[in-house]
């Protein structure tokens, strides 16, 4: 089991910037892909975005030039530093991992999400 905790959410003025951080635990062998999604209010969950073991990364078209995702593959910890916020970011904002076993079997987790709400 793979258990994944996010943090740095909380409440930002629009054009303003705050970090995400999620670190993974638990028995990891190794993680390709981690990433983030997002969910407001009635809408679907969204991809933000992903970056590989390699360092390899996807945007949505939404966040492209304003986010940036990092991960630290030593500590199995991924980072999302958002700047320039609009209030159509505003979400619970949630970490994924794609974790591969010794055994080659593969499972996707998901935390437990954290609020980021940009004020207009």
């Known amino acids: 089991q793979v258990q994944l905790v996010e943090s740095g959410g909380g409440l930002v003025q629009a054009g303003g910037s705050l970090g995400l951080s999620c670190a993974a635990s638990?028995?990891?062998?190794?993680?390709?892909?981690m990433g983030w999604f997002r969910q407001a209010p009635g809408k679907q969950r969204e991809l933000v975005a992903t970056i590989t073991r390699g360092a390899n990364t996807d945007y949505a078209d939404s966040v492209k030039g304003r986010f940036t995702i990092s991960r630290d593959n030593a500590k199995n910890t991924v980072y999302l530093q958002m700047n320039s916020l609009k209030p159509e970011d505003t979400a619970v904002y949630y970490c994924?991992?794609?974790?591969?076993?010794?055994?080659?079997?593969?499972?996707?987790?998901w935390g437990q999400g954290t609020q980021v709400t940009v004020s207009s």
């Open positions: 994924n991992a794609d974790h591969i076993t010794k055994s080659g079997s593969t499972r996707n987790y």
């Open positions: 638990g028995s990891i062998f190794s993680i390709r892909v």
